[in-house]
C-alpha cells in the first residue's frame, strides 16, 4: 500500500509562484511513473504533467513553460514547481501514479490565484 499526501498549496496573486510536494510512503516510489492532477470547481479531474521512473517529464499544453515536474526517488517526493500562475490555474491539485491508481488519491493541495 502507498499513501501519497499533497501540501504545499495556498493563495496566490496571479503571476505568482508556488511549489508543491508530493510525499510517497513505502519503498516502490522509485518503481512507477507518477504525475500531478488537478480538479477545478465543476470540472473533472485531469493531467497536469506526468514524470516517468528515470525522470522524463511530460506537461500538459495549458502549463507548458510555466510548471515544472520533478522527483526525487531517495526522498520519496514529487514536486510541481508552478510559475507564472493564472487564475484559471485554481484547483485541487492531488498527486497519484500514471496511470491513476484508484486507491492511491489523497486528500490534495488546494491552489487558488486571484488578486
Known amino acids: 500500500q502507498v499513501q501519497l499526501v499533497e501540501s504545499g498549496g495556498g493563495l496566490v496573486q496571479p503571476g505568482g509562484s508556488l511549489r508543491l510536494s508530493c510525499a510517497a510512503s513505502?519503498?516502490?516510489?522509485?518503481?512507477?511513473?507518477m504525475a500531478w492532477y488537478r480538479q477545478a470547481p465543476g470540472k473533472q479531474r485531469g493531467l497536469v504533467a506526468m514524470i516517468t521512473r528515470s525522470g522524463g517529464a511530460m506537461h500538459v499544453d495549458s502549463v507548458k513553460g510555466r510548471f515544472t515536474i520533478s522527483r526525487d526517488n531517495a526522498k520519496n517526493t514529487m514536486y510541481l514547481q508552478m510559475d507564472s500562475l493564472k487564475p484559471e490555474d485554481t484547483a485541487v491539485y492531488y498527486c497519484n501514479t500514471y496511470p491513476s491508481t484508484k486507491d492511491y488519491w489523497g486528500q490534495g493541495t488546494q491552489v487558488t490565484v486571484s488578486s
Open positions: 513505502g519503498s516502490i516510489f522509485s518503481s512507477f511513473n
